[in-house]
């Protein structure tokens, strides 16, 4: 007896010791998932601080966030104790960003004003994927990259790629360069816009229709239309919208395909309902026929609510930006680039000779 007791009083502070062990773990464990979101949100904070600059303020909070974020890997390499943190930002919070960003799709907007803008949207985007596919391919092209940039493209820039990459199972650094290459390239064409605009001969209407069925992001479309007076940016935000309102259509026409794709394979290669984009779709209702009518919220509120949405979608690209690796990829994004310049190029010029 006396041994028998003499064990389980051996035993007892051996269990309380693991007690303590791990919930000294889960705590040091949660804190380390904190400090990894927190790690996203200082630079998306550094992002959003040097898009104020001078010449930067035209590239954006999203690109100059992603580019600290990849300068940072390539410096002082991937910071792997709070992994867990920043992999939940570039996944978890860019899905609640997706969310977030239906608040700005006015449904019936388009339904009553933009139905005819929506025929040259959907060419814009069979036109925008189809050749940089091609195009990539005549280059021998990362087939993966040049399929997301296609889509930006024609579709809304980094939020569409953002979008569709959970959809596609792209890499999380595919995702990253492509949102980073649109953001950067998409500034650079709309200054060129900018700039043409008094040669072109257009009326403040048909450059508004140019700009927002061509140009990359939302951003991209009121900076080129902007300088033409609030006629033309009402146009071209209205086309822009079209284009971000057959995100929903062409995300589930993708995941027919997907499925398609997969099909006799393992189940590995299933992929998981978008659920994020029922949500997508959830907050276009209710910006579209809840708010300004049975909630009132002031335009103070409204522009708070896309500030979040702008840096919570910031945060999750800080977090692929740091998954990119310079020495990994090498030249892997230049063909893919080449690609897309060149599809631009050709979308802009067939959809000027055609508004």
């Known amino acids: 007896m006396k041994q028998n007791s003499s064990v389980l009083v051996q035993c007892k502070p051996g269990k309380a010791e693991k007690d303590r062990s791990d919930f000294s773990k889960g705590r040091l464990s949660r804190w380390l998932w904190l400090g990894g979101i927190a790690f996203t949100f200082v630079i998306a904070l550094l992002g959003l601080g040097l898009s104020k600059l001078s010449i930067f303020d035209r590239v954006g909070q999203l690109a100059c966030a992603i580019l600290i974020a ?20 570039a996944k978890k919070l860019l899905r609640y960003a997706i969310v977030l960003f239906g608040l700005k799709l006015n449904i019936d907007v388009i339904l009553h004003q933009g139905l005819w803008l929506l025929v040259r949207d959907t060419g814009t985007i069979v036109f925008a994927i189809t050749v940089t596919v091609l195009i990539a391919k005549l ?35 595919d995702t990253a360069i492509g949102a980073g290459i649109i953001a950067l390239m998409g500034t650079v064409f709309a200054i060129v816009y900018t700039v043409i605009r008094p040669f072109l001969g257009l009326s403040p209407t048909n450059y508004g229709i140019w700009s927002g069925v061509s140009l990359h992001e939302i951003a991209h479309v009121a900076l080129a239309a902007a300088p033409a007076g609030q006629n033309a940016l009402a146009i071209a935000l209205l086309a822009k919208l079209g284009r971000v309102f057959l995100l929903v259509p062409l995300s589930f026409i993708l995941v027919a395909w997907m499925k398609y794709k997969g099909k006799g394979e393992s189940e590995a290669a299933k992929i998981e309902f978008p659920w994020f984009l029922i949500g ?9 026929y809840v708010l300004g009518k049975y909630i009132f919220l002031s335009a103070v509120v409204m522009n708070d609510i896309a500030i979040v949405t702008n840096f919570v979608l910031t945060m999750a690209m800080v977090g692929l930006g740091l998954n990119v690796s310079f020495k990994d990829l090498r030249s892997k ?7 897309m310049t ?14």
């Open 333 to 339: 994004a230049l063909r893919p680039l080449i690609a």
């Open 70 to 89: 990849v300068a940072y890997r390539q410096v002082a390499g991937y910071p792997e104790s709070i992994r867990l943190g920043i992999q939940f930002s």
């Open 139 to 173: 280059f021998k092209a990362d087939k993966s990259l040049s399929f997301l940039l296609g889509i930006g493209t024609g579709v809304c820039g980094a939020a569409a790629i953002a979008a569709v990459s959970p959809i596609l199972r792209a890499k999380e650094e």
């Open 280 to 288: 997508f779709i959830l907050m276009s209702l209710v910006g579209s």
């Open 342 to 355: 060149i599809t631009s190029i050709l979308l802009s010029t067939f959809t000027f000779f055609t508004v």
